[in-house]
């Protein structure tokens, strides 16, 4: 079973950058398809980015330009570089695994997540 840890997570001011990276252990390729995902305070979680083994990238319009989603296979590791960061980003921060379907991300494996704190 895949595991993952996330890392580089914690407080910045706005309008600074932080990288997050995730290291997958347990099996080969475990982040060939795999995505960012965050939940804030009594909100649902949602998507950040995502990107599958066929090269399909998705992120929500508010993050594009500002967040972006990376893979190194060989060092079975993802990372999430996050700029120009808002107190609205504050959340914590969770790595998947998952599967391609039909282009669409499934994340099927969750690390536990990493706190981003960002202040005005």
């Known amino acids: 079973q895949v595991q993952l840890v996330e890392s580089g997570g914690g407080p910045v001011q706005a309008g600074g950058s932080l990288r997050l990276s995730c290291a997958a252990s347990?099996?080969?390729?475990?982040?060939?398809?795999m995505g960012w995902y965050r939940q804030a305070p009594g909100k649902q979680r949602e998507l950040v980015a995502s990107?599958?083994?066929?090269?399909?990238?998705n992120y929500p319009d508010s993050m594009k330009g500002r967040f972006t989603i990376a893979r190194d296979n060989a060092k079975n590791t993802g990372y999430l570089q996050m700029n120009s960061l808002k107190p609205e980003d504050t959340a914590v921060y969770y790595c998947?695994?998952?599967?391609?379907?039909?282009?669409?991300?499934?994340?099927?494996?969750w690390g536990q997540g990493t706190q981003v704190t960002v202040s005005s």
């Open positions: 990107i599958t083994s066929d090269g399909t990238i």
């Open positions: 347990g099996v080969i390729f475990s982040v060939n398809n």
């Open positions: 998947t695994a998952g599967i391609s379907l039909k282009r669409m991300y499934v994340p099927t494996s």
